[in-house]
Each structure stands twice: as C-alpha cells, then as structure tokens.
C-alpha cells in the first residue's frame, strides 16, 4: 500500500506541476497578447466622457453630421478600412466604438441594453455637438441605432439601417456565446479563448461574416480583431449578443411610432441577419421607411456595396432637410 501511494503522490505532483505550467503559460500569452493589440491597434481618435464613463470616438470630414455604429464582434475599424474616408468627403463623420468593444469600456459586466448604449452614443453626439445627426448602424450597431431612434427621436434626424439587427429571431443562442456570458464559466473561457484561439481562426470568421463574398485585401489585418479577444471585450460581446433577442422582442413593438426618414439595405444573401425576418419587417412598420434589397449581397454591404450604401445615406441626408 505504502509503494501504491507514493505512485498516487508522484503522479498528483506530477498533473499539480503540468497545471501550474499550464497556468503560468497561460498567464503570460494572455498578458504578451493583450499588450500586442493595444501596440498594434491603438485608439484612433479620441475620448469624451458621459456620465463619468469614457467613450472613444473619431471624426473626419466636414458637412452635414453623419454617426457610424459598428456591429458585433467590431469597433470603428470596420469603417475607417474604406467607408468613412469616402464619406468624409461631403460629411462630418463621427465614429463611435460600442460599450465593451474598440477602446470604449463597458459599461457594466452584465444587464447593459441597447437602449443604455444608445443613451451614451447619443449623449456623446450631444457633448461633441452634433446637430440631429443622420444615424448609420450596421448588424448590432443597427439595433443599437434603432434604439437611438426609438427612444432618443430628437437626437438625429433621420435611420439608415446596414443588415441591421432589428426584431427577434427563432432559434437557439450560440453555445459559445452562453458560456461566455455565464458569470462562473464565463471568465474562465474568455481567458483560455483570449490566450490560444489561433489566428487562422479568427481570419476563418471574418471571412464566413462576408460570404458570399470575400473580405477585401488587407481588411483582416486592418480591423483589430485582436481587440475583441481580450476577455472582457469578450463577456461584453457575448452578453449583448445573448440579451439582443429579447430587447428586439420590445423594441420592435415601438417601431410604428417613428417618424423620422428611415433608409434600409439588405443583402439577399445575408445569412447572418435575414432580411425577411429584421429588415422587411421594419420596412413595413415604418412609414417613412424605404428598403433597398442587394441581390446576392451578404452581411458587410458597407464593403462590397459602398456605392448603394452611400447613395442610401445621401437619400437620408436629403430627406431629413440636410442636403
């Protein structure tokens, strides 16, 4: 008995050391992987504080004021990679990183809405002194803008709507997401996720959001996806995900009441946001609302059909009284 317990001691040593490696090992690609992506992909504009809580936000151009959301998973990377240049041309464009994602902290670790999102974005518009500004959200930022417009109407002046998340949807949650937004499990994953997911797979998600077409050059390595995968910005992600369903279920319901310009695109390929089940819907509940359908588009028409999402943008410039 004594020689099989000091197997059994050797052998608990033994994993006891494996684990500490296995910690410590961890530990520090976390800490050497946290600092790259702020190195590589540091804040591009500015910060302006609401409400004590910091927001991160870049401007260009001139003209009439424009405000880009981006969607899940995103910061403003999504559109300085080629949309907002262009735009800046003939608009001040605005762009915010969401609570949680980007350089903008979030807000709270758990139970933060798309209504309190858009009560920061929009209060940072007001502090920055954008005039009823025409906002743009795409995916996520769609219902983030849709919210701005439902519950703060006298803060821009007219929707545009990029695949945007706007009602309900049938289905289970992401099994990922759930574990992620956990508050016992969720830290662990988020940790060991932000630690050793391999690159070639973050670059494998970024190209299935653009399918059917293919993300452009140099957009994979432009975009900082290295900043979602530290673990907080992960748990934030994943929890607005898991809370989106339920939030659209009552908003939706108040869409009939706006009465502002509403410009919608939608691709017909977008598998990841159907357009039968968020954007024809809307369409049909606002009545200032004007859908434009992208035959054989997928998610990200901001990349591959800037043409139509700037001329939609223009229509709601002109709508609102501001072109």
Avoid at 21 to 26: E, M, N, R
Avoid at 133 to 159: E, I, K, N, T, Y
Avoid at 309 to 319: S, T
């Amino acid at each position: 008995m004594s020689g099989l317990r000091k197997k059994l001691s050797k052998a608990l040593l033994f994993l006891l050391i494996l684990l500490l490696i296995a910690l410590v090992a961890t530990a520090w690609r976390l800490a050497s992987r946290k600092a790259a992506a702020l190195r590589d992909f540091p804040p591009e504009g500015q910060f302006i504080t609401v409400d004590g809580h910091p927001v991160h936000y870049l401007q260009m151009g001139e003209g009439p004021d424009l405000v880009l959301l981006h969607g899940a998973s995103g910061n403003i990377r999504d559109f300085t990679f080629a949309l907002a240049p262009e735009l800046a041309r003939h608009y001040r464009v605005t762009l915010f990183d969401r609570p949680g994602l980007g350089h903008t902290p979030r807000l709270a670790a758990r139970g933060v809405s798309i209504r309190d999102q858009a009560a920061l974005l929009s209060g940072a518009a007001v502090k920055l002194g954008l005039e009823a500004p025409v906002v743009v959200g795409q995916s996520f930022g769609g219902a983030v803008a849709a919210a701005w417009a439902v519950h703060f109407p006298d803060r821009l002046s007219a929707l545009v709507s990029l695949a945007g998340a706007t009602h309900p949807w049938e289905g289970p949650d992401s099994p990922l997401n759930r574990a992620l937004a956990h508050p016992l499990v969720g830290p662990v994953i988020s940790n060991l996720a932000a630690a050793w997911v391999p690159d070639s797979y973050v670059r494998a998600q970024i190209a299935q959001t653009f399918r059917p077409q293919g993300d452009p050059d140099g957009y994979a390595d432009h975009i900082g996806a290295e900043l979602v995968l530290r673990p907080r910005s992960l748990r934030a992600n994943a929890q607005q995900r898991i809370d989106l369903r339920e939030e659209l279920r009552v908003q939706s319901a108040l869409y009939p009441t706006l009465k502002l310009p509403v410009e919608i695109l939608h691709g017909t390929a977008d598998t990841t946001v159907g357009l039968e089940i968020h954007s024809l819907p809307l369409s049909r509940e606002v009545a200032e609302a004007h859908l434009t359908r992208l035959p054989g588009i997928g998610h990200m028409p901001q990349h591959v059909a800037r043409t139509q999402v700037i001329a939609a943008i223009d229509r709601a410039a002109a709508r609102a009284g501001l072109r």
